[in-house]
């Protein structure tokens, strides 16, 4: 799959989820973890877990795992290594307390709204 659409993929699921403030940075100028960094607010635990879940599902179809999870099931942070993309699923708290953004907001910003469709219009 293609970086693009893969990236594409995980901010639609994301945001057909009801996932917040869904930002992403372009960390490969400045790290060897991966092209691209995730992040995404889930309004609870129990959220962070089902967004989890529907994308390591949709992925699945699609043939795609990750080489890495850590915190799934047991934690308000969940990280999901695709490779070049580090997707990061917090809870509120955890996402203000940590502040990747501080870390990871010297790299490119990309404007995740370009990845979303808008919903269709039923007649």
Not at 37 to 51: D, G, K, Q, Y
Not at 65 to 87: A, T
Not at 90 to 109: A, F, P, V
Request: charged share 25%; proline share 2%.
């Amino acid at each position: 799959m293609a970086e693009d659409t893969l990236l594409k993929d995980i901010v639609q699921f994301l945001d057909d989820k009801k996932a917040e403030h869904i930002e992403i940075y372009k960390i490969a100028e400045k790290s060897s973890l991966a092209d691209y960094l995730v992040i995404a607010t889930a309004n609870s635990n129990t959220h962070a877990n089902s967004l989890a879940d529907f994308i390591l599902h949709e992925l699945k179809g699609k043939k795609i795992e990750p080489q890495g999870l850590d915190g799934y099931r047991v934690s308000k942070w969940i990280c999901i290594d695709f490779g070049y993309i580090l997707l990061n699923i917090m809870c509120e708290d955890e996402r203000n307390y940590y502040n990747l953004e501080s870390i990871w907001g010297g790299c490119t910003k990309i404007d995740a709204s370009q990845f979303i469709e808008a919903p269709q219009k039923q007649n």
